[in-house]
């Protein structure tokens, strides 16, 4: 058990009362159906949880279950309660799956908060409720559950939001809006590192153990239910979310987008394909690699700090996808980024099971996941092409018209990865001083002065 959870657990039971796992997902998922409840027009969608179970062969094992309401008690009891390991996100779902594809309503926006002492939940109840223009104020959470480290803090709707495929984007955006103005070093949390997480994450679930603290997982009542708008309040205009913009409205007709987007037209029109299309990856790369991009991902990992390693392999699924690697050189090569990523300290374990939650990535659901997300979760800097608005074609050939009028003014080559050869940075060097020595040349550069005097006739 941790100082952080001790303490917070002295502080927040003096003052808030302590809720039961059963009664805390009994007020945020109050619509689940009945067991014997067949809706097959999807209007009753419901809360879904992972446990894991010992089988008879003496594995543990990850099992689906749906939350259904007249059997909570006893699933509780029996899935819920001092398990070692129990997941749930604040969705509901239609069908079996808790993929984010299925998820039909938000009942709760949750937040997970790292590092999380005494003096950082002083300080965050010192920003909870008051104007939210004023620096740094937060939204009053309708609970607080304390996790081992750190917390989640849980925003539970009076009214749950209606998930189109739009308003998803939407409340994307805000929740890494207020994940930003919730997480401050030294303030709220003890980590440096911001973790931003999808909007279909899942958390300890309020009843079980966190096996790598050894402590029960206990939420506190510190608010009432919230409405969208409150949020909303709180976040910068451009990443509030507005639910009468449940779609993104077309501003053409269908004739002209039939003139204009012939293969979409097919694809979507006339055949009904619901799926945005797949980026050609494979037909884009410039060599005789065809998982080219999926292996520039890979060699990212040297960048990856505390907090972020998870996501790392998440991502490493998602390029997987999109470049059509096979899952099983996917597993492969997971597994041996797992035992790398072990080595970036972290205060939180880095388990098998946290493999299996990353491969879920590697789905279509996932394939065109923009590379803003992808920084944004991995704290990986990704440069972008720029190609003032060209083609490819087009941009590619300006370029190699560039590369020939140099050489035939004689100007020197850059390396084939693009970065200025030494000869270049002197021949640039000299041109910008060209009554400089040697010595400034050092410098400013910081070359050798071997090279320097290589390339110092450079003409």
């Not at 009942?107 to 999380?116: E, H, Q, W």
């Not at 996790?147 to 803090?153: D, I, N, P, Q």
């Not at 890494?176 to 401050?184: N, P, S, V």
């Not at 000869?423 to 041109?431: A, F, G, I, L, N």
Request: with cysteine; net charge positive; proline share 5%.
């Amino acid at each position: 058990m941790t100082q952080n959870y001790t303490e917070g657990y002295e502080y927040l039971s003096s003052q808030f009362p302590e809720v039961s796992g059963y009664d805390f997902y009994r007020e945020m998922f109050p619509n689940n159906e009945r067991s014997d409840e067949q809706h097959m027009d999807y209007s009753h969608p419901n809360a879904i949880y992972l446990y894991r179970e010992q089988t008879s062969d003496g594995f543990n094992r990850m099992r689906r279950r749906i939350m259904f309401s007249d059997q909570w008690e006893n699933d509780y009891m029996e899935f819920i309660e001092q398990n070692p390991l129990t997941l749930c996100s604040g969705l509901s779902y239609r069908g079996k799956s808790n993929k984010l594809e299925h998820a039909q309503r938000m009942n709760a926006l949750i937040f997970d908060l790292d590092g999380v002492g005494l003096k950082e939940l002083r300080n965050l109840f010192l920003r909870f409720g008051g104007d939210p223009t004023r620096l740094r104020r937060l939204p009053m959470p309708t609970y607080l559950v304390l996790s081992g480290t750190g917390l989640h803090v849980c925003y539970f709707f009076r009214e749950p939001i209606d998930l189109y495929p739009n308003i998803k984007i939407q409340l994307k955006s805000l929740k890494y809006d207020l994940t930003f103005r919730m997480w401050e070093y030294k303030a709220t949390s003890q980590n440096k590192e911001i973790q931003y997480q999808s909007i279909n994450q899942s958390f300890r679930m309020v009843g079980s153990i966190n096996e790598k603290h050894g402590n029960q997982i206990v939420a506190f009542r510190t608010g009432e239910p919230v409405t969208l708008e409150y949020l909303n309040a709180y976040a910068r205009p451009e990443n509030r979310v507005d639910v009468n913009k449940p779609f993104r409205p077309s501003k053409i007709t269908r004739a002209a987008a039939r003139e204009a987007y012939p293969e979409w037209y097919e694809r979507v029109i006339v055949k009904g394909e619901k799926y945005p299309k797949k980026w050609d990856i494979a037909g884009k790369v410039h060599g005789d690699d065809p998982y080219a991009l999926y292996h520039w991902w890979l060699r990212q990992i040297l960048s990856i700090r505390g907090g972020h390693r998870y996501f790392f392999l998440m991502c490493m699924a998602i390029y997987a996808y999109k470049c059509d690697v096979p899952k099983a050189q996917l597993r492969k090569d997971m597994q041996i980024a797992f035992e790398d990523l072990q080595m970036v300290q972290h205060e939180n374990a880095l388990t098998e099971d946290d493999i299996k939650s990353a491969l879920e990535a590697y789905d279509r659901e996932y394939y065109n996941f923009t590379i803003s997300d992808i920084e944004a979760l991995t704290d990986v800097h990704i440069e972008r092409n720029r190609r003032n608005g060209l083609t490819q074609e087009k941009h590619l050939y300006l370029a190699r018209r560039r590369k020939e009028d140099m050489k035939a003014i004689g100007i020197p080559m850059k390396a084939a990865d693009g970065r200025p050869t030494a000869q270049m940075k002197v021949y640039e060097w000299r041109k910008a001083n060209p009554s400089g020595k040697k010595a400034d040349c050092h410098k400013d550069t910081g070359l050798d002065p071997k090279t320097i005097r290589k390339w110092w006739e450079t003409k």
